[in-house]
C-alpha cells in the first residue's frame, strides 16, 4: 500500500459522513412534517363527477370530497378505478397535492402554492361555506370546477 494513502482514504470518508450527516441533520429540519387529520365521524363525504376545463384541456372525472367543520379537507379525482389524477389534502395554512395533475407533487403552506394549483386549492373554501350544495360551481382565472354530486 502506498504510505499515507490509508490515511487520506480515512480523512475523505470523514469528509464525507460528515456531509451526509449535516445535510440529514439540515434536511431533516427544513422538510418539516406536516401532520393533517384524517377522516373521522363528522367529515361529509360527497362522491360524484367533475368536469374541469381550460381554454386548452377539458376533463370529465370522478371526485370524492371529504371535509370536516374544523376546516379539514380531501379532494381525490380519478378517471377509472385505480387511476388518481389529483390527490389533494388541506387545512387552514397547509396542502398536499399529488397526482397526474400535481407534477412532481408540492407540500407546503398553502399561501405558497404554484400558480397551477392555486385554483385547486381555493376549492376549500366553496365546500366549506355551502356543505349542503348538490352542485358547486367555481371559476378563477381561465380555469372552471363544475362539481356535480
Same mark, same amino acid.
Given at each position: 500500500?502506498?504510505? %499515507?494513502?490509508?490515511?487520506?482514504?480515512?480523512? *475523505?470518508?470523514?469528509?464525507?459522513?460528515?456531509?451526509? #450527516? =449535516?445535510?440529514?441533520?439540515?434536511?431533516?429540519?427544513?422538510? *418539516?412534517?406536516?401532520? $393533517?387529520?384524517?377522516?373521522? *365521524?363528522?367529515?361529509?363525504?360527497?362522491?360524484?363527477?367533475? &368536469?374541469?376545463?381550460?381554454?386548452?384541456?377539458?376533463?370529465?372525472?370522478?371526485?370524492?370530497? !371529504?371535509?370536516? +367543520?374544523? /376546516?379539514?379537507?380531501? =379532494?381525490?379525482? #380519478?378517471?377509472?378505478? %385505480?387511476?388518481?389524477? =389529483? #390527490?389533494? !389534502?388541506?387545512?387552514? %395554512?397547509? *396542502?398536499?397535492? +399529488?397526482?397526474?395533475?400535481?407534477?412532481? /407533487?408540492?407540500?407546503?403552506?398553502?399561501?405558497?402554492?404554484?400558480?397551477? =394549483?392555486?385554483?385547486? &386549492?381555493?376549492? !376549500?373554501?366553496?365546500? &366549506?361555506?355551502?356543505?349542503?350544495?348538490?352542485?358547486? !360551481?367555481?371559476?378563477? /382565472?381561465?380555469?372552471?370546477?363544475? $362539481?356535480? $354530486?
Amino acid at each position: 500500500m502506498i504510505p %499515507g494513502f490509508a490515511h487520506w482514504i480515512r480523512a *475523505a470518508a470523514s469528509v464525507c459522513l460528515g456531509a451526509v #450527516s =449535516l445535510f440529514d441533520f439540515t434536511s431533516c429540519t427544513t422538510l *418539516a412534517h406536516h401532520q $393533517f387529520s384524517e377522516p373521522a *365521524a363528522g367529515w361529509r363525504t360527497k362522491t360524484g363527477q367533475l &368536469l374541469y376545463a381550460t381554454p386548452g384541456r377539458t376533463l370529465i372525472g370522478d371526485v370524492i370530497v !371529504r371535509f370536516a +367543520k374544523t /376546516g379539514d379537507f380531501q =379532494l381525490i379525482v #380519478s378517471k377509472g378505478p %385505480g387511476i388518481t389524477l =389529483l #390527490s389533494l !389534502r388541506q387545512d387552514a %395554512g397547509f *396542502a398536499e397535492v +399529488k397526482g397526474f395533475f400535481a407534477g412532481r /407533487g408540492w407540500t407546503g403552506p398553502v399561501q405558497q402554492a404554484p400558480p397551477p =394549483l392555486r385554483g385547486w &386549492l381555493e376549492l !376549500r373554501d366553496q365546500f &366549506l361555506s355551502a356543505p349542503e350544495r348538490k352542485v358547486v !360551481r367555481y371559476k378563477t /382565472g381561465d380555469e372552471t370546477f363544475l $362539481f356535480r $354530486f
